[in-house]
Every structure is written in structure tokens, then in C-alpha cells.
């Protein structure tokens, strides 16, 4: 975590409240130095609760905070938590009993993401991140179907692939899951997702923040795919390519009648797949959410494919400047503690 004074608590809470026997798991809070009133929330709760540990995660990134956890951790299973995550009263327990269940490396569950408030910009971005339409095939937020997968979010990890595949590469602030998953997958490991392990998250507050978010995050792709090409999928690219024929057709389009009508069919088909897909699948949402989503993905997608572009430079940045973190050390992806079960709960 870091600097997430508004969620942090109903995090612990729901950690806290486990069915799975207190004396059998731990919960470590790695804190990237936050500077409002997170680590005093952390406080509360260790003073009813013995097996409660805040560590400190000075460099303040991500991946560097789940290794400070896993360093520390005591169990032979570790499970990611995310801040901005509540999880069911079962999720500890029922990470032990599939793990054992299907003989997996990692076992998670798919994502049902809230809304944040009762804006219309968060209600837009909830649906956006929901969507098949707006985050392609990504499995753990679009479906609860059951089976192997590619990664999971908050998955539950046995220490032995981790001691194998080695931590999480502390040099991606961004998709340092899936390089891990990556790792795992190559070396013959198995990820299983459950919806036994659904969880619940709160995002963005509104659409405009999902944008930058989006532009912001995808800038590491192209940094990602360097470090390892396996670690990511067509759909993390293909707002990229999006980008490139919108430019493209757009800058022809002045002196093209081609061109123009390249764009039109471009524009309209992917205008009237989004409709296709937001009314058949969200019958429970408004007319004019439904009605809007197709235009806001427009821009969601292009701000991701803009970011992934941007990345770009640093393929030809020199030595010094591309072995260097790209970005801000400072960024976070939004709040991370973590969790492991001692030795007696596997």
C-alpha cells in the first residue's frame, strides 16, 4: 500500500475476518512510505491482532513491496492482496483448498469490480473495466468460467514455483503479474481460476481518471515485452495498432477519398461491435450508460494505445538511460499488502 487511507481499512477488515483459523495465516503490510494516515490505520488493527506485520518498502514501488512480503512471509503459500481489494470471509480458506483441490502452482479467482460512487463517471469507468468490449479477453474480469488460465489477479502462490521462478522483477512498476505468471507458465507451473475465489474491486473514481490511468499504464508494455516477450497478449497491444490506423487514415484522409472511407467502415464497425457486445451483455445497466460506453471506449482505448506507443522511446534510449526504471520510481500501481499462510494451514 501506499497512501490509502480511504480503503485500507476495509481491506484488513475483510482479512481479518477469515474463516480460515487465525493461528494458521499472517497478514504483512508493505508500505511504500505513505504519507497520510495508512500506517496508523495499520496500527488499529495490529493492537487486535497479533499476526499483523507493517514492513516498510522504501523504494516505493510495487513489485519491490510484494518481495519486502514474501522475504518476510513464514508460510508455503503466499496470496497477493490488493488494497483497493475487499475479499469474501472463505478467500484464505478456499485459496488452501484449491490449491490442494487442483495440484496448481498459483489459484485466483475472477475480479467484480464496484463502483466506486454513485457518479456517472464512475459508474462508466466500472462498466468499461467489466466489459469484454472495453478490456478484450481478459478472463478474471469478464467471465467466471472455471479453469486453467494465463494469470490471475491476488492469486494464492505456493513458495516452491516462487523459489523457482525467482520474485517479481522489481524493475516493471507495471505488469510485474503477468512477467511473473510468464515465468511461472514457461517453467511447466499451472494457473487455475475459480470464481470460489471471486473478489471485489473499487477503482478509478471517474472516467477521466480511467484514461490517464490507462495511458499511464500502458507505457510499460513495450518496456515489459523487452524484459520478457512472453508476459503479455495481443489485447495488451492491440489499442496500439487502433492508434496507428486511426492516425494513419486520419492523416491520409486529406487528400484520400480512400482513405475517408477506410476510416468511415474503421469507425463505424468498431462503434457498432461495441453496441453489439454492451446491449447484449449489460441488461442491467441504463440506457444511457449503454449508450455512451461504446464512445467512451473509443477513448479509453486510444489513450491505452497512445501510452503503449509513447513507450516506444525507450527502445532507443541509450544503455544507461534504458537499464534505468522508466517512468516515475514513484508510481504505484494502487495499494498492495500482502498475505501468507504459516506452514500448518497447506
Not at 107 to 121: I, K, M
Request: hydrophobic residues 40%.
Amino acid at each position: 500500500m501506499r497512501n490509502e487511507a480511504e480503503f485500507i481499512r476495509s481491506c484488513l477488515r475483510s482479512l481479518v475476518e477469515q474463516t480460515f483459523p487465525s493461528d494458521q495465516y499472517e497478514i504483512l503490510v508493505a508500505d511504500g512510505r505513505s504519507t497520510d494516515n495508512s500506517r496508523d490505520t495499520v496500527a488499529l488493527f495490529q493492537g487486535g491482532s497479533l499476526h499483523i506485520q507493517l514492513l516498510d518498502n522504501p523504494s516505493e514501488k510495487t513489485p519491490s513491496g510484494m518481495n519486502v512480503g514474501i522475504r518476510a512471509a513464514r508460510g508455503h503459500i503466499i496470496i497477493i492482496a490488493g488494497a483497493h481489494t475487499i475479499y469474501p470471509a472463505d478467500f484464505v480458506e478456499n485459496c488452501v483448498i484449491w490449491l490442494n483441490k487442483t495440484g496448481a502452482d498459483v489459484v485466483g479467482g475472477p475480479v467484480r469490480t464496484d463502483v466506486r460512487s454513485n457518479h456517472f463517471g464512475a459508474e462508466l469507468a466500472s462498466l468499461i473495466l467489466s466489459s469484454p468490449f472495453g478490456v478484450g479477453n481478459s478472463r478474471f474480469r469478464t467471465s467466471s468460467k472455471e479453469g486453467y488460465v494465463d494469470t490471475v489477479p491476488f492469486g494464492a502462490y505456493r513458495r516452491a514455483i516462487l523459489d523457482r521462478v525467482g520474485l517479481f522483477n522489481e524493475r516493471l512498476v507495471r505488469n510485474q503479474d503477468n512477467d511473473l505468471s510468464a515465468r511461472i507458465r514457461r517453467a511447466g507451473g499451472k494457473i487455475y481460476m475459480t470464481p470460489a475465489l471471486t473478489t471485489t474491486y473499487v477503482p478509478v473514481r471517474g472516467f477521466t481518471d480511467l484514461l490517464r490511468q490507462a495511458f499511464r499504464k500502458s507505457q510499460w508494455h513495450i518496456f515489459t515485452l523487452r524484459e520478457n516477450v512472453h508476459a503479455l497478449g495481443f489485447r495488451h497491444v492491440c489499442p496500439a495498432v487502433f492508434a496507428i490506423c486511426l492516425a494513419g487514415l486520419l492523416a491520409l484522409s486529406g487528400w484520400s477519398s480512400l482513405a475517408r472511407m477506410f476510416l468511415a467502415v474503421l469507425v463505424f464497425s468498431y462503434l457498432l461491435l461495441g453496441f453489439w457486445v454492451v446491449f447484449r451483455r449489460e441488461s442491467s445497466s441504463s440506457l444511457l450508460l449503454k449508450t455512451i460506453v461504446p464512445f467512451a471506449c473509443f477513448l479509453f482505448h486510444f489513450a491505452y494505445g497512445l501510452g503503449t506507443l509513447m513507450g516506444l522511446r525507450y527502445l532507443f534510449a541509450p544503455a544507461s538511460l534504458r537499464d534505468a526504471t522508466p517512468l516515475d520510481n514513484r508510481e504505484l500501481a494502487q495499494g498492495t499488502d500482502l498475505l501468507s499462510t504459516k506452514s500448518g494451514g497447506e
